[in-house]
C-alpha cells in the first residue's frame, strides 16, 4: 500500500504563484512515476503533468506548458509543482498520483487515470480573476 498526501493549495490571485507537494510513503520500493491531475467542479479529472523515477522524463497537458514545473525528490519521496502565471481555469482540485508504470517494453498512457494506482486526497487550488 501507498499513501500520498499533498499540500499547498490555496486562493491566489490571476498571475500569481503556488507551489504543491506531494509526499508518497509506504511500500513505495523505486522507479515510480509521480503525476499531477486536477478536478474542476463538473469537470472530469484531467491530467496536469508526471514525471519520470529519474526525473529526466516530463510530460504536461498543453495548457500548462511554459508555467508548470514538475521536480521530485527521490530521496525524500516527494513530487512538487510550481505553478507560474497562474489563470482562473486552473481552478480546482489538484491529485496526485502513484503509477509503477509499465512492464519493461509495455509503456503505458501516463496521461490518463487508470494508468496510477494510488492517489491522494488532493489539495484545492483558486485562482481568481
Known amino acids: 500500500q501507498v499513501q500520498l498526501v499533498e499540500s499547498g493549495g490555496g486562493l491566489v490571485q490571476a498571475g500569481d504563484s503556488l507551489r504543491l507537494s506531494c509526499v508518497a510513503s509506504?511500500?513505495?520500493?523505486?522507479?515510480?512515476?509521480l503525476g499531477w491531475f486536477r478536478q474542476a467542479p463538473g469537470q472530469e479529472r484531467e491530467f496536469v503533468s508526471a514525471i519520470s523515477w529519474s526525473g529526466q522524463t516530463t510530460i504536461y497537458t498543453d495548457s500548462v506548458k511554459g508555467r508548470f514545473t514538475i521536480s521530485r525528490d527521490n530521496a525524500k519521496g516527494t513530487t512538487s509543482l510550481q505553478m507560474n502565471s497562474l489563470k482562473p481555469e486552473d481552478t480546482a482540485v489538484y491529485y496526485c498520483?502513484?503509477?509503477?508504470?509499465?512492464?519493461?517494453?509495455?509503456?503505458?498512457?501516463?496521461?490518463?487515470?487508470?494508468?496510477?494506482?494510488?492517489w491522494g486526497q488532493g489539495t484545492q487550488v483558486t485562482v481568481s480573476s
Open positions: 509506504g511500500r513505495t520500493y523505486n522507479d515510480y512515476v
Open positions: 498520483a502513484f503509477s509503477r508504470g509499465g512492464a519493461p517494453g509495455f509503456p503505458i498512457d501516463l496521461t490518463i487515470f487508470d494508468s496510477y494506482d494510488y
